[in-house]
């Protein structure tokens, strides 16, 4: 039994779920959670014209999950869904899952997620098409027309296993300046984040979107499938690609995601939108550029904690040095240099320890001792200043989200 048969044999959910065997030449399965939708039709719309332009053979698997705790009128829309979308007639074969009433701690879009990805994989795998493509959307979201055709010449392309596209939110159409204004932080923020953790010099500072990554089936199977949380499960499966070098982010297509107000999870666009309109008008704050800037002292001095005795002898700050006393940290490089023969390989292990969450502990850590939380404005124009653009000081709002999307188009390119 190969790596993705033993997978799939592991799996609490067994599969097949459908009884329609795949086409053997189906290149792409765009895998769709639902809960609560009461318009995919744009979405899907626009995935099959997208198809239609790149002469690809496309299936559309959507899973239509709620739980035992879910709203009455979530669940009576569910219902809905399940009956009206097995009806629909398009140009790409669609296929619905049905994953309602399940207990809440095995619901939510994770799990649907994963159950979706899983059925895909399982697809792929009885067609033969070890090479086949996976692709994660949200029901909410639509793609560009070249979405297929560039993901198709980026696979081909690169040896990368999983491809992040490039996406930027809706805003067309939205009921009030403030809806726009709100988006507009909330994707800045988003952004701000990735690049600043690039300037501090992580190597694996990616954006973690579940409606913008696709995935190369048998490589999903190899490493280990999308884990099962309720929500945040995009950002835990990507992160298991990155630490291996796995991962590419592609700008030559776009997927917009809807800019809508939502409480469909914890946390996510949605959630921020809600909370960012519920109160009186304020600027959203972000983490301080101080405290990635602590980071970055360790990170740009790999390399002497590599032929050093202890990280103590850095020049780093009193914060930071608590913070890896709480972790263990000097035991961890210890252990790295045991088994690293040369930096390169320390390095790698490093950054296998010291990760995205590890990251985000640490941010939390000195927020909370030194450097507190600060307006996204101001924290944004610091970065671009210190990225060289020191003509965006007096940039509003729009014009550094503007930037930003361009840079993130253009710079990161499989490889």
Do not use: W
């Not at 399940?102 to 899983?118: E, F, I, Q, S, Y």
């Not at 932080?185 to 500072?205: I, M, N, Q, S, T």
């Amino acid at each position: 039994m190969n790596k993705t048969g033993l997978y799939l044999s592991r799996q609490e959910t067994r599969h097949p779920l459908l009884n329609q065997p795949p086409d053997p030449d189906t290149a792409f399965i765009v895998v769709i959670p639902v809960f609560n939708e009461t318009d995919p039709e744009p979405c899907l719309q626009s995935i099959e014209e997208a198809a239609g332009f790149a002469s690809q053979k496309v299936e559309i698997l959507i899973v239509v999950n709620d739980t035992d705790k879910s709203p009455e009128t979530a669940v009576r829309q569910n219902r809905i869904s399940l009956e009206s979308l097995p009806k629909r007639s398009g140009a790409c074969p669609l296929f619905v899952l049905d994953r309602t009433g399940l207990p809440h701690k095995k619901g939510g879009v994770g799990p649907a997620r994963k159950t979706g990805m899983d059925e895909a994989c399982f697809r792929f795998f009885k067609a033969g098409r070890p090479g086949g493509v996976i692709c994660s959307l949200d029901a909410d979201t639509r793609v560009e027309a070249n979405y297929f055709l560039v993901l198709r010449d980026a696979f081909r392309n690169t040896s990368k296993a999983c491809l992040l596209i490039h996406y930027e939110h809706d805003t067309d159409n939205l009921p009030s300046k403030r809806h726009l204004e709100a988006i507009t932080d909330y994707e800045l923020h988003l952004r701000y984040y990735v690049h600043a953790l690039r300037y501090a010099g992580f190597p694996y500072a990616f954006q973690t979107l579940g409606s913008a990554f696709a995935v190369d089936a048998a490589a999903y199977a190899s490493e280990g499938g999308m884990p099962p949380r309720q929500a945040g499960e995009d950002f835990y499966f990507i992160h298991k690609f990155s630490v291996k070098n796995q991962v590419a982010s592609i700008g030559g297509t776009t997927v917009h995601p809807s800019s809508r107000l939502s409480d469909r999870v914890p946390f996510g666009t949605g959630k921020a939108l809600l909370d960012r309109m519920d109160g009186p008008p304020v600027e959203m704050m972000t983490y301080a550029l101080r405290n990635f800037e602590v980071i970055r002292a360790l990170l740009t001095q790999l390399e002497a904690l590599y032929f050093q005795k202890s990280f103590r002898s850095l020049n780093l700050e009193k914060g930071l040095i608590e913070f890896l006393d709480t972790i263990g940290f000097e035991a961890r490089v210890s252990e790295m240099k045991k088994h690293s023969p040369s930096f390169k390989t320390f390095r790698n292990r490093f950054f296998q320890g010291m990760n995205a969450f590890m990251l985000m502990k640490c941010l939390h850590f000195l927020r909370d001792r030194d450097y507190a939380n600060e307006p996204l404005g101001t924290a944004c124009r610091q970065l671009l200043d210190r990225m060289g653009l020191e003509g965006m000081k007096h940039g509003n709002h729009m014009d550094m989200l503007a930037y930003l999307r361009l840079k993130d188009k253009v710079l990161y390119m499989p490889s």
